[in-house]
């Protein structure tokens, strides 16, 4: 049998290509094994570690010249070479381009195997493109995929088409199996293989610590550079010596000379294919990769007798090193706690003898024990027998069924960083998913689903378990106020051991999660509550509890973000009188014993003890009613159509018949999704207006107090032409509907809340309105036939405040709700009559329309004070554009904007069907909590019996 690995980079030598190396040669004895690498890296002759393994390579890097002869010349190599890769996008890997395209083309077409082995996703896009048929395609994962990013979207696409997947580590077997579902291929356990022969042991006796890493950001170099210089405060006589080079090998020699470590640190070079002898000189082992997948070199330290200190990162350093018995893990990015390991084992001789002798015994495992030749015989066979069509079409189809119109499912999120993969939680873990059917593992950890509850509600019901465990054990506590979403106790440091007694029992047998703080709010262990007095004597400043939960669609998981922080308070040391928190509160760290005076404060319809200073309104509070206001038409509406269609005969505009047009219309149900949005993530909107023309939304329930459907006659009055058809004329008299606040939010149905959101996003406490300005410049030409009629307003909204302030406007403003004021509505029509009147009376968009709410608003606000520029993290998707499309996905993942925008400007390269079909997959993925505006909803059924709770939540 013929096999190949394909490897970007051969000759760089990190831990992925040594390990790649190691398979093949140890291989090489039973197969026809070669390597075939797309880029050389370095001009200098590659010497191979195994003679038994045949490599090549295609481009040489620094030249961007093919390897092959008769190619491309030198000039063209380096044209084609500055074009973008059309096969892997540049968010994925930016090494990659057209000439890489052409030559991995090339060398897979021709390929003389039987089985292709890629080893990063982007070269699994090539194989997938390009590989024949008839070879066998493993993906070899040499990367974490649960650390997510644009890079593991070739994953997303071509998994279900490999005929096996092979984890070096097998905590990612999780992430496949929930990512993939019924389309994940064959998964194999193949760790790094030591290289056979002699390796000698350190006497530990050294004072000197290693680093091995490719000198690349990822490794974390200068993080331990970092941990290193306080190391040297109390340890000088110990060395660090980094083995390895990469891209910052310059910068981090020049870091480490300003940081006046040249004396203790000592960088040496590329790391050779084995290193045992290096390792044998050491005495502790360091790793601060953000990432390993491999964890090759924490072996090769571990053979040597060599106990680690390393970040607990994903995946390999909790798989390989025993924590507490072969060496010490750390959070990753924790300075403080990695220089605190380093110099635990450097201070305690006994440990560090202690764990290199464990070390020295787990690697006896470090070794083949046949699992590509199984995987081999397997996928052999299911060629030979047939089965290997019919279990790629079934992986396709049952992969397609769940990634709907998106083409791919949404990567699975991994469990917190800080998670402490102990046997312990593993087994708790398994037993809670066996004891109760109800939960469900997402994201790495066991989660309860939810059919009805919002991020708001999940917020109080983890205050609620807090609450409860403390009250339980008679402990005070108090509500505090910050500017977070989710809810913070306060109990006494003095206190912090009887707490997490109190949270361990109420929590015991619950999938109740509880994260250990650092003074940055950040976790450093993740485990279940019910472990919590298994940190009883860490003095944190405080823990964060929360039961992860997940929608049965699984796209909308709500974890630790939602978690109740409980806060552990103490005695100020610089003033008696006072007691401190590591965490600000809206009134300080800092809070006089004196002011310490218990008051009531409702939260999720529940009582909770607070002190006077949180019930009171603060300065930056936001204390009056806001509204939402959507305009919005069903185009379906044959009604509407024909009353339409009137208006355009009248000026003489040509029609189509009602029936045909409604036929056509695509009701995407954006209006829905975006109550849905609001329902979930603004709860504190009072009451929402749909202003429209003798229509109401099917699915709306028209008895809910807090929804109005205004029709047009209500806000024209005896103003303006009815029917209207103008977007401009609407919005102007928007400040006219009956009940509506002073302030309000003015929503397109296109626009979404799309992650919790408070009033002061919008809005100052002293009332003034927030504006979010684009940087899309209006063009300073006078109105022309071909401008959009968008751009004729702003020009003529220009012409007003230029005459009214003598200021020249200059940019638009961008797609999100409007935050707007009753009163400066008034004063437009005041100070601008026929401008306004004349909006109102066009029926259809005319070039002397202005633009009220979406942009003459803000201007004349603005510069009557009473409106100031905002800031507001907002997406836009164009969903007729293809490239815009693949938008929707990081939407979805990341949800990390605070509103977005799906518009269609009917010019793409998408048919509407493909719309229709991408708009029916992502809405419900991003908005799957029916809202209580929906007539039969669960949510609407709680509301009719009373059981949600106003604002505040």
């Not at 070879?135 to 650390?147: D, F, Q, R, S, W």
């Not at 019924?182 to 998964?187: N, Q, R, V």
């Not at 529940?606 to 009056?624: E, K, M, S």
Request: proline share 5%; with cysteine; aromatic share 8%.
């Amino acid at each position: 049998m013929k096999i190949a690995f394909l490897l970007t980079h051969a000759d760089v030598m990190g831990d992925a290509e040594r390990a790649v190396f190691g398979h093949a040669a140890e291989l090489a004895s039973r197969y026809e094994v070669q390597v075939i690498s797309v880029f050389k890296a370095r001009r200098r002759r590659f010497g191979v570690p195994d003679p038994r393994v045949a490599v090549r390579f295609l481009i040489e890097s620094q030249q961007s010249r093919v390897v092959r002869r008769p190619g491309p010349d030198a000039a063209a190599g380096a044209a084609l070479a500055a074009l973008p890769s059309e096969v892997v996008e540049r968010r994925w890997d930016d090494r990659f381009h057209r000439l890489a395209d052409i030559e991995v083309e090339y060398a897979l077409q021709g390929l003389d195997a039987d089985i292709l082995i890629v080893t990063s996703p982007a070269l699994l896009a090539y194989a997938a493109r390009f590989a024949p048929a008839h070879i066998m395609t493993v993906y070899y994962g040499l990367t974490a995929p649960e650390v997510g990013g644009p890079r593991v979207e070739p994953l997303l696409h071509n998994i279900p088409r490999c005929d096996a997947v092979v984890l070096p580590r097998a905590r990612s077997r999780e992430w496949f199996t929930e990512t993939f579902g019924s389309g994940t291929p064959h998964l194999a356990h193949v760790p790094p293989v030591l290289a056979e022969g002699f390796r000698p042991r350190s006497t530990l006796e050294t004072r000197m610590v290693l680093l091995v890493a490719r000198l690349e950001k990822q490794s974390g170099v200068a993080e331990a550079l970092a941990a290193w210089s306080r190391v040297l405060e109390y340890r000088p006589g110990w060395s660090l010596r980094v083995i390895g080079d990469g891209p910052l090998g310059r910068s981090l020699v020049g870091r480490r000379d300003q940081m006046a470590l040249q004396g203790s640190v000592q960088f040496t070079g590329e790391a050779p294919a084995v290193i045992a002898e290096e390792w044998a000189k050491a005495s502790i082992a360091l790793s601060t990769a953000e990432e390993d997948a491999v964890g090759l070199t924490l072996m090769e330290a571990q053979a040597a007798g060599v106990p680690v200190v390393a970040y607990d990162s994903p995946n390999a350093a909790r798989e390989v090193v025993s924590e507490g018995r072969t060496g010490l893990l750390t959070t990753p990015g924790d300075t403080e706690a990695l220089a605190s390991a380093l110099l635990h084992l450097i201070e305690n001789n006994e440990m560090r003898w202690s764990m290199g002798h464990a070390a020295a015994e787990a690697a006896q495992w470090f070794h083949p024990a046949g699992q590509w030749d199984e995987l081999f015989a397997t996928l052999q066979d299911d060629r030979q027998s047939g089965r290997r069509a019919e279990e790629k079409a079934r992986r396709v189809a049952g992969y397609s069924l769940a990634s709907g119109a998106f083409g791919k499912a949404t990567a699975a999120a991994a469990a917190p960083q800080s998670t402490q993969h102990t046997r312990k939680l593993a087994t708790s873990e398994e037993r809670l998913l066996k004891q109760d059917a109800s939960l469900v593992r997402a994201g790495g950890q066991v989660c309860r689903v939810i059919q009805a509850e919002t991020p708001f509600d999940i917020v109080n019901a983890n205050l609620r378990i807090v609450a409860g465990a403390l009250e339980a054990a008679r402990i005070p506590y108090f509500v505090t106020r910050t500017n977070k979403v989710r809810h913070t106790v306060a109990v006494h440091a003095s206190l912090r051991e009887a707490a997490l007694k109190s949270l361990a029992e109420s929590c015991q047998g619950q999938a109740v999660y509880m994260a250990v703080l650092n003074s940055s709010d950040s976790a450093v262990v993740t485990t279940l509550a019910g472990f919590a007095t298994d940190h009883m004597r860490t003095a944190c400043p405080g823990v964060r509890v929360y039961q992860s939960a997940v929608t049965p669609s699984r796209t909308l998981r709500l974890g630790a973000g939602y978690g109740c922080t409980l806060a552990f308070w103490d005695d100020d040391p610089d003033d008696e009188e006072c007691i401190v928190s590591s965490y600000r509160t809206l009134i300080g760290s800092r809070i006089p014993k004196s002011a310490l005076h218990r008051a009531p404060m409702v939260l999720g319809g529940r009582q909770y003890p607070t002190i006077q200073a949180f019930n009171q309104t603060l300065h930056h509070d936001v204390g009056f009613p806001i509204d939402a206001v959507y305009t919005w038409v069903d185009g379906a509406d044959v009604s509407w159509l024909e009353r339409k269609n009137a208006v355009l005969a009248a000026k003489g505009i040509e029609t189509e018949d009602a029936a045909t047009s409604a036929a056509r219309f695509r009701n995407r149900d954006e209006l829905r999704y975006s109550f849905r949005s609001l329902d979930m993530y603004a709860p504190w909107i009072r009451n929402i207006y749909v202003v429209t023309d003798r229509q109401v939304p099917q699915w709306l329930d028209t008895s809910h107090p807090r929804v109005r459907v205004v029709d047009h006659t209500e806000i024209f009055g005896n103003e303006g032409a009815l029917p209207t058809y103008n977007s401009h004329a609407i919005e102007s008299r928007l400040h006219h509907i009956d009940g509506l606040a002073e302030h309000f939010l003015y929503f397109n149905d296109d626009v979404f809340a799309a992650r919790p959101i408070l009033p002061s996003l919008f809005f100052l406490g002293n009332g003034q309105a927030r504006h979010f300005m684009s940087s899309n410049a209006i063009p300073m030409s006078p109105i022309s036939a071909l401008d959009e009629f968008s751009r004729m307003a702003a020009k003529n909204n220009r012409e007003l405040v230029s005459a009214m302030f003598g200021r020249t406007l200059v940019n638009s403003f961008i797609h999100a709700p409007h935050p707007l004021r009753r009163s400066v509505m008034y004063d437009l029509e005041k100070y601008f009559p026929d401008a306004l009147r004349n909006t109102a009376h066009n029926q259809l968009r005319d070039s002397s329309d202005v633009s009220v709410a979406s942009s003459l608003h803000h201007y004349f606000g603005y510069y009557t004070g009473r409106s100031v520029p905002g800031g507001i993290s907002s997406g836009f998707v164009n969903v007729g554009l293809s490239e815009q499309v693949q938008k929707l996905n990081h939407l979805l993942a990341a949800r990390s904007n605070d509103v977005f925008c799906l518009n269609d400007f009917h010019d793409g390269d998408i048919s509407e069907d493909e719309q229709d079909a991408t708009l029916a997959a992502f809405l419900p993925s991003y908005f799957p909590i029916a809202s209580q505006f929906e007539a039969g909803s669960p949510r609407n059924q709680l509301f009719h019996a009373g059981q949600l709770p106003g604002w505040p939540l």
